[in-house]
């Protein structure tokens, strides 16, 4: 069975940093291209950042553009995301998703599979 676990996040201050991370059993990742998506109380979910499962081109938010970085570990079967200067707008549960497109989209209907989600709260 297709499985994604998220896993890292908690609670940081303002500038602080947390790395993600999404760890797949039951399928190869690299096959995969995978998203991370969060979602805050009252709000809808929004695309973060993706990764091609071809390629490995990236594609990011403007929102955390220059401060998140996705990246694979083919060798772990795991895909991270580091977040630096966080802010408290950056507080949400954090999703990972994976598709079987190659296109680094953040579409969460183009998404097959999805994790639990962990949360990420950033406060003083």
């Known amino acids: 069975q297709l499985q994604l676990v998220e896993s890292g996040g908690g609670l940081v201050q303002p500038g602080g940093s947390l790395r993600l991370s999404c760890a797949a059993s039951g399928f190869t990742l690299d096959y995969y291209t995978i998203g991370w998506f969060r979602q805050a109380p009252g709000k809808e979910r929004e695309g973060v950042s993706c990764i091609s499962r071809r390629d490995g081109s990236t594609y990011y938010a403007d929102s955390v553009k220059g401060r998140f970085t996705i990246s694979r570990d083919n060798a772990k079967n795991t895909v991270y995301l580091q977040m630096n200067s966080l802010k408290p707008e950056d507080t949400a549960v954090y999703y990972c998703?994976?598709?079987?497109?190659?296109?680094?989209?953040?579409?969460?209907?183009?998404?097959?599979?999805w994790g639990q989600g962990t949360q990420v709260t950033v406060s003083s």
């Open positions: 998703a994976a598709r079987t497109g190659s296109f680094a989209v953040v579409i969460t209907s183009a998404y097959d599979y």
